[in-house]
C-alpha cells in the first residue's frame, strides 16, 4: 500500500479513513502522540517512545488504548503494509467519543495510526534558527494534541527562512518549536533541566549518554537566552532529523571558520538510525 491509516482496529488508505466527530480530539484536543520512523521497517527507539508515550497517557490520565506488546505488534504491522520500508510512523491516543462534555467520558479511548513514507532529510545542510517567546502551557513534558504554539511558532521560522524556532521564557531558553535544544560553552554541555517546561526527547537523552566520554561537565540547568548569541555550538535535536544537527551560526566564529570540537563529532553520530539489524539505533 502507498500508506496506512488505522483506527480502533481498521486499516485503509489515510485518504480514505474517517473519525468520528465526537472524538475528543475534534473539540478538546483531548488526546497524546508520540512519532518517530522506520527504517527498512525497523522503527526507531521505538522502546523510548512507547515508554513517553505511555507516560503521557499517565499524566492526563488517559486510559492506555491497548497494552503495550499488543501497540507494537500494531504498529509493525501498519509499518509492513506500506510499500516503502523507510517511513514516518505516528499514533495517538484520544479520551474517548462522547457528546461535547469537559468532564471524562464513560467511554473507551481511542486509538490513531498512520504510517507514509518519509525518507531521511540531509543532515549536511545547515540548519538556521529563529527565536520567540514560549507562550505554550506548563505540560510540554506531555505529547499532548495541543500544538498550535508550535505551529505558529514554525510557519514564523519559514517566513524568516529558518529550520526551527528556539522557546524561550523571558531570558531562560527551554526548548524549540519540535526539538529539545543544547549548547556547548567552555566545555560545557548545557541545556534546559528535565521538567515540565520542555518534552523529554530520546535522542537528547541518547546526547547526554554520548557526551559523558567527550566532556567533563554536563548541566542540566537552564540558561539564559543570551549564552546562545556567545556560545560555540547550539544542537537542535528530534528523532525526526536525527543525529543532532550542530548550528555553526551560533557562536563568536564566522561559519567558514567555524570548526567541530569532539563534543560536536560525538553527537553527530549519536542517535543515527541504523538501516539494518533487528533493533533501531537510539534516539530522539
Known amino acids: 500500500m502507498e500508506n496506512i491509516g488505522y483506527y480502533n482496529g481498521k486499516f485503509d488508505l489515510i485518504e480514505k479513513m474517517t473519525v468520528p466527530m465526537n472524538d475528543r480530539a475534534m473539540y478538546f484536543g483531548d488526546g497524546v502522540y508520540d512519532a518517530t520512523y522506520s527504517v527498512n521497517r525497523t522503527i526507531f527507539a521505538l522502546e523510548d517512545h512507547l515508554d513517553r508515550f505511555y507516560n503521557s497517557c499517565r499524566l492526563l490520565e488517559i486510559p492506555a488504548p491497548m497494552p503495550r506488546e499488543e501497540l507494537k505488534k500494531t504498529l509493525y504491522e501498519c ?153 560555540r555550538e547550539g544542537f537542535p535535536s528530534r528523532t525526526c532529523s536525527s543525529p543532532p544537527r550542530p548550528v555553526p551560526g551560533w557562536g563568536t566564529r564566522p561559519r567558514s571558520t567555524h570548526r567541530r570540537s569532539r563534543a560536536c563529532s560525538r553527537l553527530r553520530s549519536c542517535g543515527r538510525p541504523r538501516a539494518t539489524g533487528s533493533r533501531a539505533n537510539r534516539r530522539r
Not at 109 to 122: A, G
Not at 164 to 189: P, Q
Not at 215 to 222: E, G
Open 79 to 231: 509499518v509492513n503494509k506500506v510499500d516503502d520500508p523507510n517511513q514516518f510512523v505516528y499514533w495517538e491516543a484520544t479520551r474517548g467519543t462522547g457528546i461535547r462534555n469537559h468532564v471524562f467520558p464513560d467511554s473507551p479511548s481511542n486509538l490513531l495510526i498512520y504510517t507514509r513514507p518519509c525518507p531521511m532529510k540531509d543532515l549536511s545542510l545547515r540548519y538556521k534558527l529563529a527565536t520567540m517567546e514560549d507562550k505554550r502551557f506548563y505540560y510540554c513534558n506531555v505529547k499532548t494534541l495541543n500544538l498550535i504554539p508550535s505551529v505558529l511558532a514554525s510557519q514564523r521560522a519559514l517566513e524568516k527562512g529558518c529550520d526551527e524556532t528556539v522557546f524561550h521564557r523571558g531570558d531562560l531558553v527551554t526548548e524549540c518549536a519540535h526539538s529539545n535544544v543544547s549548547i556547548i560553552k567552555d566545555g560545557k554541555f548545557i541545556t534546559h533541566q528535565l521538567d515540565c517546561l520542555v518534552t523529554c526527547g530520546n535522542v537528547y537523552t541518547g546526547c547526554l549518554v554520548a557526551l559523558r566520554t567527550a566532556l567533563t561537565h554536563i548541566y542540566t540547568l537552564t540558561f539564559q537566552k543570551v549564552f546562545t548569541l556567545c556560545c
